[in-house]
């Protein structure tokens, strides 16, 4: 069971990125995902959270206007679309999954159960 991110790499300030998240080795249509961020020397913070099933999405004030999170149940991937993006949307991005049913969303790091390995995305100034 794992979460694999992709998508990442140097974008110059205004450009775009799409990561995805691919899940293999369990269906996770039923769960709620989000994505995380950690720049380097900071703690890791909350970006985009999508429900199981693609209805409601959260985004940190800090993306909200320039990123979207959508997912493909049926390739069990889930994405993160950033436009106009800026210096400091530069770090390491997460996705995770949450396994608690009863939970639509969640901005919190410990409610969710498995992680990817990251993907890094810098922008240039």
């Known amino acids: 069971v794992q979460l694999v991110e992709s998508g990442g790499g140097v974008v110059q300030a205004g450009g775009s990125l799409r990561l995805s998240c691919a899940a293999s080795g369990r269906t996770f249509s039923s769960y709620a995902m989000a994505w995380f961020r950690q720049a380097a020397g900071k703690e890791r913070e909350f970006v985009a959270a999508?429900?199981?099933?693609?209805?409601?999405?959260y985004f940190a004030d800090s993306v909200k206007g320039r990123f979207t999170v959508s997912r493909d149940n049926a390739k069990n991937t889930v994405y993160l679309q950033m436009n106009s993006l800026k210096a400091e949307d530069t770090a390491v991005y997460y996705c995770?999954?949450?396994?608690?049913?009863?939970?639509?969303?969640?901005?919190?790091?410990?409610?969710?159960?498995?992680w990817g390995q990251g993907t890094q995305v810098t922008v240039s100034s």
């Open positions: 995770a999954a949450d396994f608690h049913l009863g939970r639509v969303v969640s901005t919190t790091p410990s409610d969710y159960d498995l």
């Open positions: 999508i429900s199981w099933t693609g209805d409601n999405t």
